[in-house]
């Protein structure tokens, strides 16, 4: 158990350039969170993936976000077009199970927008 | 969307101080977790609580669950500087797919 890994840590773009990020969540976890967190507050939940299923995607995501967990394994989220409003932690959790149970968070990918 | 509120936003306190964090909402939750990140770290699940009026302590944490499943507390004996941190609850949304985070406390523990 190698825990859950976030690449890249650091992420530095121009605005209106694309960005892609990758998650690998603990082996046996079924279950993927996205989560989106600003300096000094909580995660704000973007998506879930139960397996390879995009089960749920908030209300305030922007068309500009996609996610993608194409084998139930390894997931991506991909910011087009992006914004200064974009610079944030983004963080990947993982659990296992049918309900909600606990999450491993990974270590996040710091996004700064210019 | 179903709203956390945490307070205080931040405490800075004396090592071997006593302090309570609370989480309140107008929602009802079917459960409710604490973590605890660190600068730079994702967060790490302290404790879950199921039932209304629950209490669970851990080591010198005592986490306790309203009797309506509305609010939480959580309550650290004689803080030490290790306990430095973001203390975030977060409850388990309608759809059983998520947990929505409260806003989060930053406390600082001074040696």
């Known amino acids: 158990d190698t825990g859950v890994s976030q690449d890249p840590r650091h992420k530095i773009t121009k605005r209106g350039q694309n960005v892609t990020f990758r998650c690998d969540p603990i082996?046996?976890?079924?279950?993927l969170y996205w989560y989106r967190q600003t300096l000094g507050q909580g995660p704000e939940f973007l998506t879930y993936?139960?397996?390879?299923?995009?089960l749920e995607k908030s209300r305030l995501l922007s068309d500009r976000f996609s996610a993608e967990r194409p084998k139930g394994s390894f997931s991506t989220l991909e910011i087009q077009r992006t914004e200064q409003g974009d610079s944030a932690m983004y963080l990947c959790?993982?659990?296992w199970g049918q309900g909600l149970g606990k999450l491993f968070f990974g270590s996040g990918t710091q996004l700064s927008v210019l | 969307t179903q709203l956390l509120e945490q307070s205080p936003q931040f405490l800075s306190i004396q090592e071997g101080e006593n302090l309570t964090v609370y989480c309140n909402s107008s929602s009802v939750f079917s459960s409710l977790q604490w973590y605890r990140q660190e600068p730079g770290e994702g967060p790490v699940l302290l404790v879950t609580v199921v039932t209304g009026g629950e209490v669970k302590k851990l080591k010198r944490l005592t986490f306790q669950f309203g009797d309506a499943r509305k609010d939480s507390s959580l309550h650290i004996t004689a803080a030490q500087p290790g306990d430095t941190g973001l203390y975030l609850c977060?409850?388990?949304?309608?759809?059983?797919?998520?947990?929505?985070f409260g806003t989060g406390t930053s406390l600082t523990v001074i040696p």
């Open positions: 959790a993982s659990s």
């Open positions: 993936f139960q397996n390879e299923a995009q």
């Open positions: 082996s046996e976890h079924n279950r």
């Open positions: 977060a409850g388990a949304g309608d759809t059983g797919n998520q947990f929505y």
